[in-house]
């Protein structure tokens, strides 16, 4: 009889130990979708609300850069604030580009690549971003598909040249140039589970600058 109750012990004992982890397991589960969710209202609440400061994504206008009684961009956006909201219309993608690339930057929206050039220079703009948040459809992205950055300054359309998959430590493609380019950066495969080895890279070029022909060349 005393064998038969210490194993009805031992056995009561070790369903209490499973039903607690079962609980304990759920709390965790509930608790990481609470943290998803929350991160994921706080971005889409943070791109409504800065979005609606660069318009209603009317046609694009290409202006000069450094135009007289205009500040430029890089005097007047500071770090962690929106600078941009960058759209490609075929792939519905209408994203808030922010100032910096930290945890946070990213988690609300794109960020601007510290040391890249702003919208309104020459040279080449670094832009990155999560491919599981924002960037999902560029997996679909096509050679000529049109790009728009639109600032408070000014709105600047980009005309998408090639795609490229690098590794991690490939970051010529940021590299300055003296021509208005744009250059995305996300991470790849779009769906690889943790953390992708690779880089998915979209490199376009600015038109409709004044001194620029319809490719994105100097005109004669």
């Known amino acids: 009889m005393r064998v038969t109750l210490r ?48 318009g209603g994504g ?19 956006v500071r770090e962690g604030s929106p600078l941009s909201r960058l759209d490609i219309p075929r792939l519905g993608i209408s994203v808030v580009v922010v100032e910096g690339v930290t945890t946070r930057d990213l988690r609300l929206g794109l960020g601007h690549v510290p040391g890249t050039a702003f919208p309104d220079e020459f040279g080449n703009v670094g832009i990155a971003g999560h491919r599981d948040t924002f960037l999902r459809q560029l997996r679909k992205i096509h050679p000529h598909d049109l790009i728009t950055l639109t600032t408070l300054a000014g709105s600047y359309q980009y005309s998408v040249d090639w795609t490229r998959v690098v590794r991690p430590r490939d970051v010529a493609v ?42 994105g060349k100097e005109e004669e």
Do not use: N
Request: with cysteine.
């Open 58 to 76: 009317k046609p694009p206008i290409a202006i000069p850069s450094l135009r007289p009684g205009v500040i430029p961009l890089r005097l007047s």
């Open 7 to 54: 194993g009805e012990s031992r056995q009561t004992v070790g369903h209490r130990l499973l039903r607690c982890m079962e609980y304990l397991l759920l709390g965790l589960g509930v608790l990481a979708l609470g943290v998803c969710a929350a991160v994921y209202f706080q971005a889409r609440f943070y791109q409504a609300r800065e979005g609606r400061q660069f």
């Open 174 to 215: 940021l590299d300055p140039v003296e021509e208005p380019i744009l250059t995305i950066v996300t991470c790849y495969p779009f769906y690889w589970v943790g953390s992708a080895p690779e880089r998915f890279i979209v490199r376009a070029k600015q038109v409709g600058r004044p001194g620029l022909d319809e490719t």
